[in-house]
């Protein structure tokens, strides 16, 4: 092999060694906000933590895994009505949370191995069937009994304060843990094969990438984040109503937040949850017009500015915070920005 | 017993209502390569425009329709030549997402400008919204249930003759199969497309008409009738005409057959044949793989 | 005035530059073979004047008019048709749609339907056969006869013999040259040099998507064209290097 003296490969920048630095601080900040904040602010902050873990692991779905779903409220809603029914079975509430998303990740497993074999359009429609029916179904235990819905009693052993910053400690907990695991993916030999298969699925599995199996591994972490976050959600609302959480708002949430943060990009979720709870915290109470201009927002998106703002940043200025892909340096920039990375099929017919 | 055959009967003739509704998305899948989610919300769009000119100014729902279905082909050609021809280029994911987009803007459009109350245009055709011929003692046709049926296949007929026997239908044809070829034969593949466009939304303007006249809606309602009309759709085999309306008739059995078992079984039973149809599918394109890699292996 | 001028033509594939700087002029009535390489830019030059690519630089100009940014299916209609390399028939329509298909651009002129199956007498009994199920050299046929049917003023003709059975070539080349005979003018891209040099009135050689020899059938050679076939030409052939 030849070694260009000119050319060396790193992972870390001195900016992504700064970045990770900043977060670990960031959250470590987070973590003793209870202490300084009143109860609404801890709610507020608790909302936002659970919009990342969605905008998050719907990215990796969508933006890593090249799959759309409109159905990811079927994940949440379960994971809220598994919660329901382990606390009402006798598990501690907060611990049934956690158990909630892990179970419905393992029943996430089944429906990937068939719906992973739908393709674009109709994935994404198929999941939103799973959705309905799932909905359906948990409308017919009588515990839930219906859209009537039931609570989570079991929270009421605890003191509101308590309470909240139970709530918070554990969505900023599973936050972390959600972001660490896609940053785990993401450096391992699976994040390469996710990301050669969301540049050109064809040609990652003639490069011998386990395309099923690499989609498979993204499908249960969606499901588990989107249960998760239906699990955390019950938390903070205490109530369950189907209605409220298998409807299809939350996927229309989840692709505005990662169509204008920036679709396949790391920080680019994280970046469009926090400006979605500062637009809902803004124009949330102005009713429909908010949710026409959610919609008209992530149109505009998908057709002028597919990458989204962080997309769009990373383009401009070549900003990379953390350290998921490979630099390669001595490489004329030119060069780097010329390839083209849309995944577009070169035009047939040169000769 | 004859409960059960009534049931039978009437899934059937729901169908057609189903062929209807995917008749249109059926018809931009197998063209565009695309699946328009906003298409339910877009039968809505009609639906509200027949109330609006039923209520306000006194138009019967089919005189109507001279009114509403040259708009919805002109609102197809404009949303194609706006909003679809850019998404398409924007490859796989795009079109998903925009007319995803496109949906919610649509229903909360129309429920800023209607409301949360339910509507309907059974008001508006009189008798033809409950009458109905009997067969036997339990067994009864509806009238409009019958015309929405026949329309189904009138619809689904014309298509086809219209693809095979018209330029047009020709160029949309030839389009769906290579549309960067068409140019080099004079065919402007972007007006094809937009062509399709409006004539599915033709369809889908049709299929608000009957969903208004023989059912209640709401701004909200356009994502069920998508579902509807994606299952319909699926299950007789994507892109194939008269696919639909098998599909059609398979979903409306399973709903009318459900409902009879608990109040709950219309939906669940659809869904669940739905899932098993593309289940079986997949399980029997495995096989015939397999089966074919066998027969390839040992000749 | 030539019927087709082209200018200083660049067109690109991405990074790739596949037509860098040509000029070539075609005469009414004229029929002139492209020879040169795989990948020597033969196939982007006459899709680039057919307008299936768009160029970056340079102009097209056809029978007076600038043609550089019409797209393909307007071209149509003032007399551009190419038959495309590897046939690109519409494989799931019959013979006969696709041929009436061609006539979408509306251009007025002695072909029809029946007069393509008058040229391409093998055709008729496949009349009602879809294109996916015919021989290699039928389907030719078609694609030629759906090219015509647009009424060209000048037939663009990419790789006619690929993948054809000798037979099925020489029958192709047997009903061209009732075309190149009638005053068809004819751009062709043809891998047989002597095929080529037999059918054409004028050579184009071009190597890494620029000209680098032309001439007048008999008086250049095959050495001549060889060479600058694979670069190995010297100074004297490199006209418009």
Redesign the interface.
Same mark, same amino acid.
């Given at each position: 092999m030849s070694q260009d003296p000119a050319i060396r490969v790193e992972r870390w920048t001195p900016l992504s060694r700064i970045s990770i630095l900043g977060a670990a601080i960031v959250l470590a900040i987070l973590a003793t906000g209870p202490l300084f904040f009143d109860n609404n602010a801890i709610d507020k902050l608790t909302t936002l933590f659970i919009y990342v873990i969605l905008a998050v692991t719907w990215n990796a779905l969508a933006g890593y895994g090249g799959l759309v779903s409109v159905g990811q409220q079927a994940f949440f809603g379960l994971g809220a009505y598994a919660a329901v029914r382990l606390a009402d079975a006798g598990v501690n509430v907060y611990a049934s949370l956690i158990l909630a998303a892990v179970i419905i990740a393992a029943v996430s497993l089944p429906i990937s191995s068939f719906m992973l074999r739908l393709k674009g359009g109709e994935f994404a429609i198929g999941m939103w069937v799973v959705a309905e029916l799932c909905h359906l179904l948990v409308n017919l235990d009588s515990l839930v009994q219906g859209e009537t819905g039931t609570s989570l009693i079991a929270l009421n052993a605890y003191e509101a304060d308590t309470r909240h910053a139970l709530n918070y400690w554990v969505a900023l907990g599973s936050m972390t843990v959600i972001l660490v695991i896609l940053f785990v993916l993401l450096r391992s030999r699976i994040g390469s094969a996710i990301q050669a298969i969301r540049d050109n699925e064809e040609a990652a599995a003639a490069l011998g990438v386990r395309v099923m199996g690499t989609k498979r591994i993204i499908f249960v972490f969606a499901a588990f984040g989107a249960a998760l976050a239906g699990a955390l959600w019950l938390a903070t609302a205490i109530t369950f109503q189907p209605k409220t959480y298998f409807g299809v708002q939350w996927t229309a949430y989840m692709i505005f937040m990662v169509l204008v943060g920036g679709l396949g990009t790391f920080e680019g979720a994280i970046l469009g949850a926090l400006i979605f709870f500062l637009i809902e915290a803004w124009f949330g109470a102005s009713g429909v017009w908010y949710l026409v201009g959610l919609g008209a927002t992530a149109l505009i998106f998908s057709l002028f500015v597919p990458r989204g703002i962080w997309g769009w940043l990373e383009r401009r200025y070549g900003l990379n915070l953390l350290p998921l892909g490979y630099r390669i340096l001595g490489i004329r920039p030119a060069a780097r920005t010329a390839i083209p990375n849309d995944g577009a099929a070169p035009s047939a017919g040169t000769s | 017993m004859m409960i059960w055959v009534n049931q039978i009967v009437q899934g059937i003739l729901l169908g057609g209502y189903y062929a209807v509704i995917a008749c249109g998305l059926s018809f931009m899948f197998s063209v565009m390569r695309m699946i328009n989610l906003a298409h339910g919300s877009l039968a809505i769009v009609a639906a509200f425009a027949l109330f609006v000119l039923a209520d306000q100014y006194g138009l019967n729902p089919f005189t109507a329709l001279i009114l509403v279905l040259p708009a919805m082909a002109a609102l197809g050609w404009v949303l194609q030549r706006t909003i679809l021809e850019r998404s398409q280029r924007g490859g796989l994911l795009v079109p998903i997402l925009s007319t995803f987009g496109l949906s919610i803007v649509v229903d909360n459009l129309l429920f800023e400008q209607f409301g949360a109350d339910t509507r309907s245009l059974a008001p508006f055709i009189d008798e033809l919204s409950y009458d109905s011929w009997s067969i036997t003692d339990d067994i009864y046709i509806g009238k409009l249930a019958a015309l929405t049926f026949v329309t189904a296949i009138i619809i689904l007929g014309g298509l086809q003759l219209f693809l095979t026997r018209t330029q047009l239908g020709r160029a949309i044809r030839a389009t769906a199969e290579d549309p960067d070829t068409v140019g080099l034969i004079g065919i402007n593949a972007k007006r094809v497309n937009a062509a399709a466009a409006a004539i599915a939304l033709v369809t889908v303007g049709i299929a608000g008409a009957f969903l208004g006249m023989r059912a209640t809606f709401d701004a909200y309602a356009g994502g069920p009738q998508l579902i509807f009309a994606f299952e319909a759709a699926v299950i007789g085999g994507a892109g194939s005409l008269w696919g639909t309306l098998i599909g059609g008739i398979v979903l409306g059995v399973a709903q009318s057959v459900g409902a009879q078992i608990s109040p709950q079984g219309f939906l669940i039973t659809g869904h669940a044949v739905f899932l098993a149809v593309l289940f079986g599918r997949l399980h029997l394109d495995t096989i015939g793989t397999t089966f074919r890699k066998t027969v390839r292996r040992s000749a | 005035m030539s019927l087709l001028e082209i200018k200083k033509l660049d067109v690109r594939?991405?990074?790739?530059q596949?037509v860098r700087g040509v000029d070539l002029t075609v005469e009414k009535g004229e029929t002139v073979a492209l020879v040169g390489a795989?990948?020597?830019?033969?196939?982007?030059l006459l899709?680039a004047i057919?307008?299936?690519?768009l160029p970056a630089g340079g102009s097209v100009h056809f029978d007076g008019v600038d043609i550089t940014h019409i #797209?393909?299916?307007?071209r149509?209609?003032l007399g551009v048709?190419?038959v #495309?390399?590897g046939r690109?028939l519409?494989?799931?329509?019959t013979v006969e749609?696709n041929l009436?298909?061609?006539?979408?651009?509306?251009?007025k002129g002695p072909w029809t339907i029946d007069r393509v199956f008058e040229a391409f007498p093998n055709l008729v009994p496949r009349r009602k056969a879809k294109a996916g199920n015919l021989s290699g050299g039928e389907q030719q046929a078609t694609a030629i006869g759906?090219?015509l049917?647009?009424n060209p003023e000048i037939l663009l003709l990419?790789e006619v013999s690929l993948g054809l059975s000798p037979l099925a070539v020489d029958r192709v080349y047997a009903s061209l040259d009732t075309l190149i005979h009638g005053g068809t003018t004819i751009i062709l891209?043809e891998q047989d040099l002597r095929r080529a040099m037999r059918v054409a009135d004028r050579i184009v050689c071009m190597l890494e998507g620029k000209i680098v020899l032309e001439g007048k059938r008999g008086e250049i050679t095959r050495e001549q064209v060889s060479e600058a076939y694979f670069g190995l030409g010297s100074a004297k052939g490199r006209v418009h290097a």
């Amino acid at each position: 092999m030849s070694q260009d003296p000119a050319i060396r490969v790193e992972r870390w920048t001195p900016l992504s060694r700064i970045s990770i630095l900043g977060a670990a601080i960031v959250l470590a900040i987070l973590a003793t906000g209870p202490l300084f904040f009143d109860n609404n602010a801890i709610d507020k902050l608790t909302t936002l933590f659970i919009y990342v873990i969605l905008a998050v692991t719907w990215n990796a779905l969508a933006g890593y895994g090249g799959l759309v779903s409109v159905g990811q409220q079927a994940f949440f809603g379960l994971g809220a009505y598994a919660a329901v029914r382990l606390a009402d079975a006798g598990v501690n509430v907060y611990a049934s949370l956690i158990l909630a998303a892990v179970i419905i990740a393992a029943v996430s497993l089944p429906i990937s191995s068939f719906m992973l074999r739908l393709k674009g359009g109709e994935f994404a429609i198929g999941m939103w069937v799973v959705a309905e029916l799932c909905h359906l179904l948990v409308n017919l235990d009588s515990l839930v009994q219906g859209e009537t819905g039931t609570s989570l009693i079991a929270l009421n052993a605890y003191e509101a304060d308590t309470r909240h910053a139970l709530n918070y400690w554990v969505a900023l907990g599973s936050m972390t843990v959600i972001l660490v695991i896609l940053f785990v993916l993401l450096r391992s030999r699976i994040g390469s094969a996710i990301q050669a298969i969301r540049d050109n699925e064809e040609a990652a599995a003639a490069l011998g990438v386990r395309v099923m199996g690499t989609k498979r591994i993204i499908f249960v972490f969606a499901a588990f984040g989107a249960a998760l976050a239906g699990a955390l959600w019950l938390a903070t609302a205490i109530t369950f109503q189907p209605k409220t959480y298998f409807g299809v708002q939350w996927t229309a949430y989840m692709i505005f937040m990662v169509l204008v943060g920036g679709l396949g990009t790391f920080e680019g979720a994280i970046l469009g949850a926090l400006i979605f709870f500062l637009i809902e915290a803004w124009f949330g109470a102005s009713g429909v017009w908010y949710l026409v201009g959610l919609g008209a927002t992530a149109l505009i998106f998908s057709l002028f500015v597919p990458r989204g703002i962080w997309g769009w940043l990373e383009r401009r200025y070549g900003l990379n915070l953390l350290p998921l892909g490979y630099r390669i340096l001595g490489i004329r920039p030119a060069a780097r920005t010329a390839i083209p990375n849309d995944g577009a099929a070169p035009s047939a017919g040169t000769s | 017993m004859m409960i059960w055959v009534n049931q039978i009967v009437q899934g059937i003739l729901l169908g057609g209502y189903y062929a209807v509704i995917a008749c249109g998305l059926s018809f931009m899948f197998s063209v565009m390569r695309m699946i328009n989610l906003a298409h339910g919300s877009l039968a809505i769009v009609a639906a509200f425009a027949l109330f609006v000119l039923a209520d306000q100014y006194g138009l019967n729902p089919f005189t109507a329709l001279i009114l509403v279905l040259p708009a919805m082909a002109a609102l197809g050609w404009v949303l194609q030549r706006t909003i679809l021809e850019r998404s398409q280029r924007g490859g796989l994911l795009v079109p998903i997402l925009s007319t995803f987009g496109l949906s919610i803007v649509v229903d909360n459009l129309l429920f800023e400008q209607f409301g949360a109350d339910t509507r309907s245009l059974a008001p508006f055709i009189d008798e033809l919204s409950y009458d109905s011929w009997s067969i036997t003692d339990d067994i009864y046709i509806g009238k409009l249930a019958a015309l929405t049926f026949v329309t189904a296949i009138i619809i689904l007929g014309g298509l086809q003759l219209f693809l095979t026997r018209t330029q047009l239908g020709r160029a949309i044809r030839a389009t769906a199969e290579d549309p960067d070829t068409v140019g080099l034969i004079g065919i402007n593949a972007k007006r094809v497309n937009a062509a399709a466009a409006a004539i599915a939304l033709v369809t889908v303007g049709i299929a608000g008409a009957f969903l208004g006249m023989r059912a209640t809606f709401d701004a909200y309602a356009g994502g069920p009738q998508l579902i509807f009309a994606f299952e319909a759709a699926v299950i007789g085999g994507a892109g194939s005409l008269w696919g639909t309306l098998i599909g059609g008739i398979v979903l409306g059995v399973a709903q009318s057959v459900g409902a009879q078992i608990s109040p709950q079984g219309f939906l669940i039973t659809g869904h669940a044949v739905f899932l098993a149809v593309l289940f079986g599918r997949l399980h029997l394109d495995t096989i015939g793989t397999t089966f074919r890699k066998t027969v390839r292996r040992s000749a | 005035m030539s019927l087709l001028e082209i200018k200083k033509l660049d067109v690109r594939h991405g990074l790739l530059q596949a037509v860098r700087g040509v000029d070539l002029t075609v005469e009414k009535g004229e029929t002139v073979a492209l020879v040169g390489a795989n990948g020597a830019g033969k196939t982007t030059l006459l899709r680039a004047i057919a307008g299936a690519h768009l160029p970056a630089g340079g102009s097209v100009h056809f029978d007076g008019v600038d043609i550089t940014h019409i #797209p393909a299916h307007s071209r149509v209609g003032l007399g551009v048709a190419l038959v #495309p390399e590897g046939r690109r028939l519409f494989s799931q329509m019959t013979v006969e749609e696709n041929l009436i298909l061609a006539r979408s651009a509306g251009r007025k002129g002695p072909w029809t339907i029946d007069r393509v199956f008058e040229a391409f007498p093998n055709l008729v009994p496949r009349r009602k056969a879809k294109a996916g199920n015919l021989s290699g050299g039928e389907q030719q046929a078609t694609a030629i006869g759906r090219a015509l049917m647009t009424n060209p003023e000048i037939l663009l003709l990419d790789e006619v013999s690929l993948g054809l059975s000798p037979l099925a070539v020489d029958r192709v080349y047997a009903s061209l040259d009732t075309l190149i005979h009638g005053g068809t003018t004819i751009i062709l891209v043809e891998q047989d040099l002597r095929r080529a040099m037999r059918v054409a009135d004028r050579i184009v050689c071009m190597l890494e998507g620029k000209i680098v020899l032309e001439g007048k059938r008999g008086e250049i050679t095959r050495e001549q064209v060889s060479e600058a076939y694979f670069g190995l030409g010297s100074a004297k052939g490199r006209v418009h290097a």
